[in-house]
């Protein structure tokens, strides 16, 4: 049974460029979630799905981000025009809704630097 | 909206020993869900219990138990016989399921094991 995976794991670029990221969840996980984590803070949480559509997507997703979930299995997450302030990690996590509940599983992230 | 707070940004404990971490919780749902989660130094995200606010008995998983005083909106979480691997960041979230179960994390509790 492999966990949630994300690539790459870190990722440099200068400020102004793009950048994608992957995520694979769990094999029939039917949810997946996007969250942000600053140094030393909780992970905040940006946006999710249920299989391939958006449900929600907090106020922190600028215009800037954008996030997919085609066929409801891997899912990406662009930033534009990167800041300085983008500078974080971003957690992926997957879980199987049944009925009204489920626990989410964490991948070990992407580390984003914006020079 | 939640919210989620970890009054202890660090605590120490002597291997062996039983330590508590606290987590104060608002909301104003009725079904909610508790968590702990344990954030090993770069390494990631690991569920460590769950508690269905429902449910007035304390989950327990092993050395881990919480205490969940649901009028205080209090979720502490004990560690007893604590072990080296324990040292980690420690998270307390909350998640309902009218938000599509997205998690709100406290700040976390830095847990240092000493031998």
């Known amino acids: 049974d492999t966990g949630v995976s994300q690539d790459p794991r870190h990722k440099i670029t200068k400020r102004g460029q793009n950048v994608t990221f992957r995520c694979d969840p769990i094999s029939e996980h039917n949810r997946l979630y996007w969250y942000r984590q600053t140094l030393g803070q909780g992970p905040e949480f940006l946006t999710y799905?249920?299989?391939?559509?958006?449900?929600?997507k907090s106020r922190l997703l600028s215009d800037r981000f954008s996030a997919e979930r085609p066929k409801g299995s891997f899912s990406t997450l662009e930033i534009q025009r990167t800041e300085q302030g983008d500078s974080a990690m971003y957690l992926c996590a997957s879980s199987l809704l049944q009925g009204l509940t489920d626990t989410q599983y964490f991948g070990p992230g992407t580390r984003l630097t914006v020079l | 909206a939640q919210t989620v707070t970890q009054s202890q940004p660090e605590m120490s404990v002597q291997e062996a020993e039983t330590v508590t971490l606290s987590c104060t919780y608002d909301?104003?749902?009725?079904?909610?869900?508790l968590f702990w989660y344990k954030q090993p130094p770069s390494r990631q995200m690991i569920l460590v219990i769950r508690?269905?606010?429902?449910?007035?008995q304390n989950a327990t998983e092993n050395r881990f138990s919480v205490n969940f005083q649901k009028a205080a909106k209090s979720f502490s979480l004990k560690i007893s016989d604590s072990q080296l691997g324990d040292t980690a960041m420690y998270f307390c979230a909350s998640s309902y399921n009218n938000a599509g179960n997205m998690l709100t994390f406290g700040g976390g509790t830095r847990l240092m094991v000493k031998p």
């Open positions: 508690q269905e606010a429902y449910k007035q």
């Open positions: 909301t104003s749902e009725n079904n909610y869900y």
């Open positions: 799905f249920q299989n391939e559509a958006q449900l929600e």
